[in-house]
């Protein structure tokens, strides 16, 4: 059996993502309270391989109830009942936005009056030891529903297991950064195509702009020790327990530098056969 907690930060897209996981074959449960999931993880043994793959969302609409959820996991573990965690999270002027949008209030501000910015800090607190322990972290700060569902896909598809995932990610630092990295490569300071204007307007999935960033003796070193570095860390990673590995490589513009390095990083990556994916955040962005 697979058990999948969700859990994460009010308004973060939980329920979104109990859509998309029962999409690629989890049964889903939503808004459980801690104590109940024992009954849900016998019941899913007693039947077989119909409830093979189930993912239990519990977070503070429990209220009181979800008090429990760190004595419930340590109970899991004391019976060998193995899980993972994947927590959603978004930045707090996101959440207090989406709030604000959807005129919907937040679980800790019923019955005690206290505004919604308060609210968010306070469950950021309260979900701090339990986020610290996730196997898995999306951010849905600045990702669309489609992007989430990808996201998720990429990550349990095929199972809930330790065998490592790596997103390889092109982004523009002028769009903000990767919260998501676990990694952070800034190539900012290798030759930019964007001041040549036959390069301009083209991306690092041109192979022009790959030579022009690729032609120098600096960008030759650059990647040959990011790689060295990256074949050190992967396999220690790996070696961890961690599931998810999401190296973001970052430029002005996220066009051309940062695309051509996640594009070469990610091909070296899937030679020395490890599964990997691109993805390039910011390219189409003006």
Do not use: W
Not at 63 to 72: A, K, P, T
Not at 83 to 96: C, E, H, N, R
Request: charged share 25%; glycine share 6%; with cysteine.
């Amino acid at each position: 059996m697979e058990l999948l907690i969700v859990t994460g930060m009010s308004g973060a897209g939980k329920s979104q993502a109990a859509n998309v996981l029962e999409d690629i074959g989890f049964y889903c449960v939503d808004n459980i309270p801690p104590a109940i999931i024992p009954s849900f993880v016998e019941l899913s043994a007693r039947s077989g391989d119909l409830l093979n793959k189930m993912a239990i969302v519990t977070d503070m609409r429990g209220g009181i109830l979800f008090n429990e959820i760190e004595d419930v996991l340590t109970n899991l573990k004391n019976n060998h009942t193995e899980y993972k965690i994947l927590f959603l999270d978004a930045a707090d002027d996101v959440l207090i936005r989406r709030y604000k949008e959807n005129r919907r209030k937040h679980p800790l501000s019923d019955g005690e009056n206290m505004s919604v910015s308060n609210a968010v800090k306070k469950e950021r607190e309260m979900l701090k030891k339990i986020r610290n322990m996730s196997d898995f972290i999306v951010d849905t700060s600045r990702i669309s529903a489609f992007q989430l569902k990808v996201q998720l896909s990429n990550i349990f598809c095929g199972s809930v297991s330790n065998v490592l995932k790596i997103q390889c990610k092109s982004f523009g630092f002028k769009y903000g950064s990767d919260t998501e990295a676990d990694l952070v490569v800034d190539v900012r300071c290798l030759p930019n195509p964007f001041y040549v204007d036959e390069l301009k307007e083209k991306t690092g999935l041109d192979k022009e702009v790959r030579d022009y960033v690729m032609e120098s003796n600096e960008s030759k070193e650059f990647l040959s020790r990011l790689l060295a570095f990256i074949d050190c860390a992967v396999p220690l990673y790996a070696k961890e327990g961690k599931s998810q590995l999401i190296i973001s490589i970052g430029c002005t513009g996220g066009k051309h530098r940062s695309v051509t390095f996640a594009k070469l990083i990610g091909e070296h990556l899937i030679d020395e056969n490890y599964n990997c994916s691109v993805e390039h955040r910011d390219i189409y962005k003006h």
